[in-house]
């Protein structure tokens, strides 16, 4: 069957709070991050995305924030709703062999569950 | 107004009978991507196709090819199921400037 699955680390809100949600990438040549929402049984859904020339963008009710000197994103979720509720991945990527375009290599996840 | 779409959502094979996924897009994107997900782990890349141009991930098991026969078709053939290879796989699509993939709504296998 399956390979164990590793434990994802979680967090747990009250609707109407604020999320932070954190990830640390690993290739300091990657110019290109993404914050993907993946709900049970689905595929992943686009949220925000970054370029390394920038260290914030903001969405509807999404911020992410882009650390290049410690390596660090975080994707922070304005009064959270229960629809919220889901596995959050960040991503990093960048030009591939000179490409314009670029793979993608995924973070571990986070669960993120909103209790009404 | 589906832009990747992967069929058939659930798949269930027995061990060793070769199985194919099928996605399709509408974006008319040049790259398309397959991706392993198993439970509580992120997607891993198993390959992609630039246009015709196909591209393996080192660690990818020969077990799993693919074939694109045109801009809106690729297929993900395994060859010889195990156990192992029970998973969600995604299809996911992105333009040949930029790195925002899109993906579809998955394939579960389940191998008995």
């Known amino acids: 069957g399956e390979s164990v699955g590793l434990h994802l680390p979680t967090l747990s809100v009250q609707e109407g709070d604020n999320s932070i949600i954190n990830c640390a990438y690993s290739n300091s040549a990657s110019d290109y991050f993404i914050w993907y929402k993946q709900e049970s049984g689905k595929g992943p859904q686009f949220i925000i995305d970054i370029r390394s020339n920038m260290d914030k963008r903001q969405g509807q009710r999404v911020t992410v924030l882009l650390n290049k000197t410690v390596k660090h994103l975080s994707l922070q979720i304005a009064a959270t709703q229960p629809g919220d509720s889901a596995v959050y991945f960040c991503a990093e990527g960048g030009n591939a062999g000179g490409t314009s375009y670029g793979k993608l290599t995924f973070g571990q996840g986070t669960i993120l569950t909103v209790h009404p | 107004d589906a832009m990747v779409i992967q069929n058939p959502r659930y798949q269930v094979t027995q061990f060793g009978k070769p199985v194919t996924l099928s996605c399709s897009q509408t974006l008319n994107h040049n790259v398309m991507y397959w991706y392993q997900q198993k439970s509580s782990q992120a997607p891993k890349l198993l390959f992609h196709y630039y246009d015709k141009d196909f591209n393996n991930e080192a660690d990818t098991p020969d077990n799993f090819q693919s074939r694109r026969p045109n801009t809106s078709f690729c297929f993900l053939d395994i060859r010889s199921p195990g156990l192992g290879d029970a998973a969600m796989y995604l299809c996911?699509?992105?333009?040949?400037?930029?790195?925002?993939?899109?993906f579809g709504p998955g394939t579960r296998l389940t191998v008995l």
């Open positions: 996911a699509t992105s333009r040949s400037d930029g790195n925002e993939q899109f």
